[in-house]
């Protein structure tokens, strides 16, 4: 079933300059130097329900102008976006429901209040019931029930992040957008956060995005990659197929027999145990071999999507 539908969309954005300096401030009072940037152009894809997809590209490429229209917090300019069947940007209180926005760097919880005062209020907004027995639920599953009474600005980033993922899943949304969950932790809260995301999705069968510049994330959450740049989509196919498509490389360091020079050899990973038996036929001394990982992958995709 479709879930999410992005239809030949773009936005731009108007950005005033001004030059440095007292004189130039009086100046921009009187005369406005304006640009308009363009932050998403045609873009179009779907997504049916149950799929996790993952969102990369360079800062700049229009990752969070997207989940923002998705989410509707701002219009197209031109194109149209469904989201279970609703616009978006008409703001249906019923949509809102089914829905959930978890952002890195943007909190939604009260400062001075304990996580569960704000749940308190959350689940009045959207009239969960029992939510008491969810909020536990899930605070179990990320590890931070013993500090539910505790001020939210007493606790550390990492245990923050975990309220804010409480606090948006309260009302089991149906669709899940996630910018930059990960951003700023540690390594344990980073897998303990992917692992609970990938257990929501597949028991409530909900539908997520999500928008990382962790690759770590990307590759052990994601089963379909949409590549943006510059606002356009240039890749869009699952995880597997992109990484069967470019292939990862593998780097062979040995020493050649015939001059003991130390020598250097790269090669797709497929070739990499007929090239090694090659080797060793030749009586080369292998030092090293260094394979690519997904990171690698999508590092040398980021520096090849600078050409478009």
């Known amino acids: 079933m479709e879930v999410i539908r992005v239809h030949k969309v773009s936005k731009k954005f108007k950005v005033i300059e001004k030059e440095e300096g007292f004189w130039q401030s009086i100046k921009s009072l009187f005369k406005v130097n304006a640009r308009y940037v363009e932050s998403l152009n045609d873009l179009s894809f779907v997504v049916p329900e149950g799929q996790i997809v993952g969102l ?28 279970l069947g609703y616009k978006p940007f008409s703001r249906d209180s019923s949509f809102y429901r089914q829905i959930c ?96 995301v990938k257990e929501y999705v597949s028991k409530h069968n909900a539908t997520a995005i999500i928008t990382s510049h962790y690759m770590r994330d990307i590759e052990e959450i994601c089963e379909r990659i949409i590549f943006l740049h510059k606002g356009r989509l240039i890749l869009d196919d699952s995880k597997e197929k992109i990484v069967n498509k470019f292939g990862k ?51 040398r995709l980021f520096q090849e999507s600078r050409k478009f």
């Not at 899930?138 to 550390?156: F, G, I, M, P, Y």
């Not at 309260?170 to 910018?179: A, N, R, Y």
């Open 101 to 196: 926005l978890v952002s890195g760097n943007r909190f939604q919880l009260w400062w001075d209040l304990t996580p569960l005062d704000s749940f308190s209020l959350l689940s009045a907004i959207y009239e969960v019931k029992n939510y008491k027995k969810i909020v536990l639920n899930l605070a179990e599953r990320l590890s931070v029930e013993h500090k539910l009474n505790t001020q939210l600005r007493k606790l550390s980033l990492g245990e923050r992040m975990k309220m804010e993922l409480i606090g948006s899943f309260i009302h089991s949304p149906k669709v899940i957008f996630l910018d930059e969950p990960t951003l700023g932790l540690d390594i344990t809260s980073q897998a303990e956060i992917r692992k609970f």
């Open 249 to 299: 490389t593998a780097r062979i360091t040995y020493i050649n027999k015939l001059n003991g020079q130390n020598q250097q050899l790269q090669v797709k990973e497929v070739e990499l145990p007929s090239v090694i038996e090659r080797l060793l036929l030749e009586q080369a001394q292998i030092e090293k071999i260094e394979v690519e990982d997904f990171t690698d992958v999508m590092t």
């Open 56 to 83: 990369v590209g360079e800062n700049g490429a229009g990752k969070t102008t997207l989940l923002k229209i998705l989410c509707g917090i701002i219009p197209p300019d031109t194109g149209e976006v469904t989201c």
